[in-house]
């Protein structure tokens, strides 16, 4: 059974940081989503497992960072300059093999974590 174990969410103030956290049972390509109340789940980001290449969603570019730790199957995500329209939950995402780039397909996902909760007061 895979897991994906998130942490990292909370509040902060606009033009303030964050780091989340995500832990895996295994090694996959992996990604982050958020979804805010009444909206669709967004795709923010995506890295691979090999090569570690990145692929960003417009609305964060600039101001978030992924990175990952294979020795640990952790990936890590760096909001820097929040807003308030990046509060939502944010979920931790895997799938076997594919890009960065094909993390942004959320039909192809095939693990979610369990969210955590961002939210940004202004």
């Known amino acids: 059974q895979v897991q994906l174990v998130e942490s990292g969410g909370g509040l902060v103030q606009a033009g303030g940081s964050l780091r989340l956290s995500c832990a895996a049972s295994?090694?996959?390509?992996m990604g982050w989503f958020r979804q805010a109340p009444g909206k669709d789940r967004e795709f923010v980001v995506g890295?691979?497992?090999?090569?570690?290449?990145?692929y960003y969603g417009d609305a964060v570019k600039g101001r978030f960072t992924i990175s990952r730790d294979n020795a640990k199957n952790t990936v890590y995500l760096q909001m820097n300059s929040l807003k308030p329209e990046d509060t939502a939950v944010y979920y931790c995402?895997?799938?076997?093999?594919?890009?960065?780039?094909?993390?942004?397909?959320?039909?192809?996902?095939?693990?979610w974590g369990q969210g955590t909760l961002v939210t940004v007061s202004s």
């Open positions: 295994g090694r996959y390509t």
């Open positions: 995402a895997a799938k076997f093999g594919g890009t960065a780039q094909s993390m942004g397909a959320i039909m192809d996902i095939d693990y």
């Open positions: 890295i691979s497992w090999r090569s570690g290449s990145t």
